[in-house]
């Protein structure tokens, strides 16, 4: 079993940034894509990023396309998300996940295997 916890979330105001992190504990593994997700209220959850194992194939939601990066640390066992530039609209449940299936860089939620239990990031205008 993998445990994934999400941290950094907060209170920002339009323009500004903050800085998710993921840390995974338990039965780690380091084959697979970590991914971040976002809900609002009333609203399905939906995809942000995701980076594969190795870092190399990263994937972002054309909204958040240059205003947030994901990387990850494997020896730390953690993924990062910096959130630039926020908007209003960005306001959100932050959700962490892994997949344990190696070579994929899924973006549907039933992609991946286990899940954070989501940090809260509101964006004020």
């Known amino acids: 079993q993998v445990q994934l916890v999400e941290s950094g979330g907060g209170l920002v105001q339009a323009g500004g940034s903050l800085r998710l992190s993921c840390a995974a504990s338990?039965?780690?593994?380091?084959?697979?894509?970590m991914g971040w997700f976002r809900q609002a209220p009333g609203k399905e959850r939906e995809f942000v990023a995701a980076?594969?194992?190795?870092?190399?194939?990263?994937n972002y939601a054309n909204s958040v396309k240059d205003r947030f990066t994901i990387s990850r640390d494997n020896a730390k066992n953690t993924v990062y998300l910096q959130m630039d530039s926020l908007k209003p609209e960005d306001t959100a449940v932050y959700y962490c996940?892994?997949?344990?299936?190696?070579?994929?860089?899924?973006?549907?939620?039933?992609?991946?295997?286990?899940w954070g239990q989501g940090t809260q990031v509101t964006v004020s205008s």
């Open positions: 338990g039965r780690t593994f380091s084959s697979g894509a």
């Open positions: 996940a892994a997949d344990k299936t190696p070579s994929r860089l899924g973006i549907r939620p039933y992609q991946y295997d286990y």
């Open positions: 980076i594969s194992w190795s870092g190399t194939i990263i």
